[in-house]
């Protein structure tokens, strides 16, 4: 009797204890770090799972980490400061979740996010530093702030803060030019052919490119690539294209001039035995162009990826950082400059090759970089007005559908194709930049006269577009 008594009380005790442990037991979400660094995330493999819906908009935690690509695409962490800190939402899904040390990346659109400034809504409005000013006298807006601050924020500390200040009809206003990489300017282009004709080289190696080209460098320590074609329509689609680049004021294209080869001269006289490896004839023209240093890939903004791509003016604008706006600004000249040069080796070449790989426009757009300022580079343009041309009925729907997206035009782009379109002439104005500025200009031939009509109708095909815009949005 007594054995039985023992056994049922130590079942109920066991029972008991069982039922208590699953009362007081809480569940388990995030993986420990022993990670210093301050910050909050969540179990990554509730992100794998999808139970954040657009991450960089649905959390409301402060995050310490924000992604960066390195140089083979790969996603890497890279903390930021206190100060620059994240502000996002958490959404319902994750009310449960519990923080933790262990270090999230958020994928990103473009492997560079849209940073929010420090302190700043993306739609422009400061809200933490400026949090007490809903105690102040004075009206107040909905955000808490006086007009008086407002205005103070809107004029000195942001530029930009609202699509008003963004776009202008069709344009980009000069608040954003002003605070964009301004690209290589005159000056640069003078001094750079200055060196060209008279610095001394003193290295000549491999490292640009195609096996052809050589690597220059010269006795104040600059490099250059050195541009050898035997294919004569590859060198005048690459210095042509420069010279449309000024013609347009499309500050992007790295400078660049002719210069033709003597070794026996001073100026290649260190250098002699490796022009004859590279087996370089003399009397050959070359394509100089200037080397940037530190440049790392660039991607192709959200508004040019998808099928329903388009860049309008909208309120949308008004959500962009600083960088995604000088990114879109330099994209607006990017598509009509591949459009006017039927460009294939750089956007053309992720849209058409997206048919093997639906991931392509994801990747690094071909032949684009960016400089440690901010500013895009447009690289290896020799495709441009002669190949490229030759290969329009084939590829022309892809440059047509980049243009047909573009409603957000640079001002001064714009006015250079409305005066070439009325005035017909960029075939003589191109040509006549170019012998005026190029020495050993009678090495490169004439660009052909059906050549010059395929540019001139691409030029008219961009002022119409400029002009649906302005109906549609004006």
């Known amino acids: 009797m007594r054995r039985s008594l023992a056994i ?33 995330s969540f179990h990554i493999e509730e992100l794998k799972a999808g139970h954040l819906i657009d991450g960089q908009n649905e959390l409301n935690n402060v995050l310490d980490t924000s992604n960066t690509q390195d140089d083979k695409g790969k996603i890497v962490d890279q903390f ?52 007490d000013q809903k105690q102040s006298k004075g009206s107040l807006h909905q955000d808490g702030l ?75 320590a600059s490099k250059a690539c050195a541009r050898y074609r035997l294919n004569t329509d590859q060198m005048q689609g690459e210095i042509y294209s420069y010279y449309l680049s000024k013609l347009l004021k499309i500050a992007n294209v790295p400078p660049s001039s002719l210069k033709l080869l003597d070794s026996k001269s001073d100026q290649w006289l260190s250098v002699r035995p490796e022009i004859a490896n590279a087996q370089w004839p003399d009397d050959r023209v070359i394509i100089v162009t200037k080397w940037i240093d530190n440049l790392k890939p660039s991607f192709i903004p959200p508004e040019f990826r998808g099928e329903d791509k388009n860049l309008y003016p909208s309120s949308e604008l008004g959500k962009k950082s600083k960088d995604s706006l000088c990114d879109l600004l330099q994209w607006s000249d990017l598509i009509i400059f591949d459009y006017l040069t039927g460009n294939l080796d750089r956007v053309v070449n992720n849209m058409f090759n997206k048919q093997w790989n639906d991931q392509m426009m994801n990747s690094p757009a071909h032949n684009l970089e960016r400089s440690t300022s901010g500013a895009l580079i447009f690289l290896d343009n020799e495709s441009g007005l002669f190949h490229g041309y030759r290969l329009l009925e084939k590829y022309s729907s892809y440059h047509k559908s980049l243009l047909n997206s573009l409603c957000v035009f640079r001002k001064s782009t714009a006015s250079e194709i409305e005066r070439l379109h009325l005035s017909g002439s960029i075939g003589d104005e191109l040509h006549k930049l170019f012998t005026d500025n190029e020495q050993f200009h009678r090495y490169i031939p004439k660009i052909p006269r059906k050549n010059i009509q395929v540019l001139q109708q691409r030029v008219d095909d961009i002022y119409n577009q400029i002009q649906r815009c302005r109906t549609k949005f004006s």
Not at 12 to 38: H, K, M, S, Y
Not at 154 to 177: G, M, Q
Request: net charge positive.
């Open 8 to 40: 049922t009380m130590t079942g109920i005790a066991f029972t008991f204890g069982v039922f208590v442990g699953l009362l007081i037991q809480l569940p388990v979400i995030t993986l420990p770090t022993n990670d210093p660094r301050d910050g909050v």
């Open 146 to 220: 006086t007009k008086d601050t407002q205005a103070k924020i809107t004029n000195a500390d942001l530029n930009v803060v609202s699509p008003e200040n963004i776009v202008s009809e069709i344009f980009w206003t000069k608040n954003v030019e002003d605070m964009c990489p301004s690209g290589f300017n005159n000056g640069d282009h003078t001094s750079w052919k200055d060196k060209v004709n008279s610095v001394k080289i003193v290295k000549m190696g491999e490292g640009c490119g195609r096996m052809q080209n050589r690597m220059l460098t010269f006795r104040d």
């Open 80 to 131: 930021q400061p206190a100060g620059h800190r994240k502000q996002l939402s958490i959404s319902n899904p994750l009310s449960s979740l519990r923080p933790s040390r262990h270090g999230v990346v958020f994928a990103r659109n473009n492997g560079t996010s849209d940073y929010i400034e420090p302190n700043t809504l993306q739609t422009g409005r400061i809200i933490n530093h400026y949090q």
